[in-house]
Structure formats: C-alpha cells, structure tokens
C-alpha cells in the first residue's frame, strides 16, 4: 500500500476531488460533521463500563470518544511527522497533522454503532436472530447466507460504517461523504460477515466490518485507498486503523481503571502500583505523598502512562511500517510494546472488579429482555404489515406509528433484509434510557407521562 493513496482526501459518494487547505483539511471537516451528527449526540447516554451512571464523573460513549480522538489526534501526528519524512510526502502537500486529523476524525466515530447497553446490548441483538422461537425464525425465512449472517452476528463497528456512509445525511449519495482516508481509518476489520476461506490470521479478522447493505459503500473505500485485497469480500486493514484501535486500547483499559477507583470498585493503591508499572522508573513522581488528594495522584499517573503508551506504540509502527505496508503485520500495537503486559494486568483486574460489578450485571440483563423484548415488539408488528398492508392487525398499525418512516417505508416496499436492517437502525440508535422507556410503554408497564 502506498500512503499518497492511502491518504485520499476525495469523498466517498461524491466525483469532485479532495482539496488540501493549510487552514482547515477536509480531514478536519470529516471531524466537524461527525461532531455535529445526531448519532454522536447520542452517545451522551450510551455506556461506556457503568450502565446509567447514577453519577456525573464515570465515562460515557461520548466522554470516551473524545478521550480516544484527543489520544489518537497525538499518535496519528507523532507517526505521521516520522513517516512523511522518510517518504518525502511535503512534496505531494501532506502534512504530519493530516495523519492525527485521520485518527481523530475515524476515532471520534469508532463508537458510533453501539446499540444500547454497550456490548451486551450487540450479544442481546445476537442472540435473538439467533434464537429458535417464533419471531426470529420467522425473521429469518426469506434471507439470504450473507444476510443471515450480518444479522446473527451484528456487529456495531458495521453500524457505525452504515451510519457514517448511509443513516446520516441520508439524502447524500455516502452519507457524510467522510473521506476515504477517514473511512478507511474507521474501519479495524475491512472484511463481510461471510467471507471464502482465507490464508490469514490475526486482529483484523476477529470480527466484520460493514453489512451488505453497504458492501458496495466499503469496496469503493478499499478501492480508493488502495487497500490490499486478501479474499472477496476481504482487504488489509487500512494502516491507520492501527493507530486508532490503539488509542481505544489506551483509553478503554487507562481511563476505565480510573473510574473504577473514583466508584470505589477498586483500591487506591492498586491503581497506583498498575499505572506506576507502565511508567519506567526513571519518570516515577518522587512524592505521591504530597499531593492534593489521591484522586489528584491516580489523575496524574493516568496522564503520564497515556503519554508513556502513546510513545511506544509510536515507536512499534515505524518499526513496523514496512510490514504494515505490505499487510503482514496484523497484531495490535499494545499487545507487542513493552507496557503490554502491565495492560494487560489491568484489563484482567477490571474483567473480575468494575465490569462484574452485581449493578451493571444486573442492568446487561435487563437489556436482554430490552432489546430482546423489543425486537419481539416490532418485528413482528412490521412483518404483519408487510405480508398484509391494509389487513395487517390494529395493533400492528399502533406500534408501527411509533416507528421512524423509513421502517414503514421498508415494509411496504422492501425485503425481509431492507426492513430488519431498518428495524435495527431504530433499536440500535436509541439511547440506554429511552430503550427502557419505550420497552415500559409498549410493554404497558407504565404510561407516557408516569
């Protein structure tokens, strides 16, 4: 792969060419139009590790996508300065801070596609396509093998694909029109949820990457970056998907380690002693002791160990360019540079403390029957309207005009694939706390305005 092309500034969806402006990059504009969305409103209340925080510290999807754009904006201008000057990129117009503005812009929306209730919330949307009982089985008849499997494998890095080239500006050609270089940075595994055989092992194939519903969206993504082509259906990932996925990694393992001990789920001094094992001795603080409070302490330690990370996984990718490159490197960064075992340490802590906790257990539950509950709900709803239009059930009619009309509109006129995705455009959108909310009223547990 060749970075003059791998940092294409065109648009997915739009024939006129990118422009490269000293002032203000379209880099920086893909940044813009994903902060101004109404899907990265949203995410104020999504989870990030404590389910409606009863709290206004502990992170949210939207804290924590600023935390890994700020993170990842540092790491893209670091590599970036190291690789245009071996490149020689000045001379083609790049500048190091195109490669942190790419980072940021693809790291700000990484989160995008959580449904609610974080993870459990995509397993509880597996599961029920998964399911053996009457409305998933009926769900399923009529699609196709690909089909079937965006469906019983859902995955929200895809949605956050579907919702930056499709769900938002819906009347554009791309959606957003992000750049292909952001796209392509956004994307940690470029590959279908059903592919052929392939030769290859490692990070990128752990999960799937778009729907088919956009299959056509991302070809022209691998294309216009020049990613390399593994399988049909299959490319190496973009570089700076790397990077990306490493400020998630800095941040989800760092930061949620300091909201465990703000919350009280984890000691003082454990967080300490773990943040103090990234740092190399020679950078330790001399006095603790004389801080303000141990929250100062633990709020220092976290910065310094963010910086000492953001310096090693700098130094991992050049070292690694060539393979990157070439597409044999497939690994990511803090799994190989010398804090990893330290990380590692703490994401095994958080995994048996913060995010066991017996409260957010029992929420994750609950957004099982959620989710489940309502998937039950509306499809069944949509379906019976779809195969009977007019004669379709009153009841049916009630609980389809509390939908979006695009979902009305897939069922008139669409497929069982058209209408299921956009049934799941809706459940997938919505916040922890109106899910909750919904699921109560259509349940009839309780009543608008109570």
Not at 63 to 76: C, I, K, P
Not at 153 to 161: D, I, P, R, S, V
Not at 289 to 301: P, Q, R, W
Not at 409 to 432: H, K, N
């Amino acid at each position: 792969m060749q970075w003059s092309q791998l940092l294409s500034a065109d648009r997915l969806g739009r024939s006129k060419p990118g422009r490269r402006e000293a002032a203000r990059s379209d880099f920086q504009r893909d940044s813009d139009r994903i902060i101004f969305s109404s899907a990265f409103r949203r995410l104020q209340d999504k989870t990030q590790v404590f389910p409606l925080a009863e709290n206004d510290f502990a992170r949210t999807r939207l804290t924590h996508s600023l935390e890994v754009a700020s993170v990842g904006r540092s790491l893209g201008a670091l590599v970036g300065a190291e690789v245009c000057a071996r490149h020689g990129l000045g001379t083609l117009g790049v500048h190091p801070s195109d490669f942190g503005a790419i980072v940021h812009a693809a790291a700000l929306g990484h989160d995008l596609g959580n449904p609610p209730f974080g993870h459990s919330g995509e397993d509880a949307i597996q599961h029920w396509f998964k399911s053996d009982s009457t409305h998933p089985r009926e769900a399923r008849q009529g699609l196709g093998a690909a089909e079937t499997a965006d469906l019983e494998n859902y995955e929200g890095n895809a949605q956050g694909f579907r919702i930056l080239t499709r769900l938002q500006m819906p009347d554009n050609p791309g959606g957003l029109q992000l750049t292909h270089a952001t796209l392509g940075a956004f994307t940690k595994y470029p590959h279908a949820s059903l592919t052929s055989a392939i030769p290859h092992q490692g990070a990128s194939l752990k999960k799937f990457g778009y729907f088919q519903s956009e299959r056509e969206h991302f070809a022209s993504v691998a294309t216009q970056s020049g990613l390399l082509r593994r399988a049909p259906e299959c490319w190496a990932r973009h570089p700076l998907a790397f990077l990306v996925e490493a400020a998630d990694d800095i941040c989800y393992r760092l930061v949620d380690y300091e909201d465990g001990v703000r919350l009280g789920h984890l000691r003082y001094e454990d967080v300490r002693d773990a943040f103090l094992a990234i740092i190399p001795p020679a950078k330790h603080p001399r006095d603790l002791s004389g801080m303000t409070s141990n929250k100062a302490a633990i709020e220092m330690l976290r910065a310094m160990a963010i910086g000492e990370c953001l310096s090693q996984c700098t130094a991992l990718f050049l070292d690694h360019e060539s393979d990157v490159l070439a597409g044999k490197f497939d690994t990511p960064l803090t799994d190989l540079i010398p804090a990893a075992k330290a990380l590692a340490h703490i994401q095994e802590h958080s995994r048996e403390t913060i995010y066991a906790t017996d409260r957010g257990v029992q929420i994750e539950i609950a957004g099982y029957e959620v989710l489940g509950g309502l998937l039950d709900i509306f499809v069944s709803a949509v379906n019976d309207l779809a195969t009977r239009g007019e004669r379709a059930a009153r009841r049916s009619k009630k609980l389809a005009s509390q939908l979006p009309g695009e979902c009305i509109l897939a069922a008139r006129e669409g497929g069982p694939y058209q209408r299921l995705m956009r049934l799941l455009d809706f459940v997938s959108g919505m916040t922890d706390s109106y899910a909750v909310a919904l699921y109560r009223r259509v349940k009839g547990i309780a009543l608008p305005g109570t």
